[in-house]
């Protein structure tokens, strides 16, 4: 899970870095941005939920409701991406004019 984790990771930085630096934003924040937004919720959820619920589940437990319980951190992360990324980022206007 690791390695699909680290692709999915880089995926939405270069996703959210292209789409902030095509309308004229800050797009090297919002490249770690992308890779925050995932990779925070991601852990949280692996560390809290998903770890612990794994460790309760009886071995004779269904090898397809072991996975999804693995990689349901991914799906969280990849939510809580795309909430953000909808939420600010795609309607955004970045003003290139200086401050006074």
């Known amino acids: 899970m690791g390695v699909i984790g680290g692709l999915i990771t880089i995926g939405l930085a270069v ?3 292209r789409t902030a630096a095509a309308k004229g ?9 992308g ?3 995932f990779f925070v919720p991601k852990i949280l959820w ?4 998903a770890n612990p619920a794994l460790r309760s589940m009886q071995k004779g ?3 397809m409701k072991l996975a999804l319980w693995d ?3 991914i ?7 795309v909430a953000v990324w909808s ?8 003003d290139d004019r200086p401050q006074e």
Do not use: H
């Open 46 to 49: 692996q560390v809290m939920v």
């Open 61 to 63: 437990t269904a090898p």
């Open 35 to 37: 890779a925050l937004v």
């Open 25 to 33: 934003g800050p797009a090297l924040q919002w490249g770690i941005a």
């Open 71 to 73: 990689y349901s951190s």
């Open 87 to 94: 939420l600010f980022l795609k309607n955004a206007t970045f």
């Open 15 to 17: 996703w959210f870095y």
């Open 75 to 81: 799906l969280i992360g990849l939510a809580v991406a």
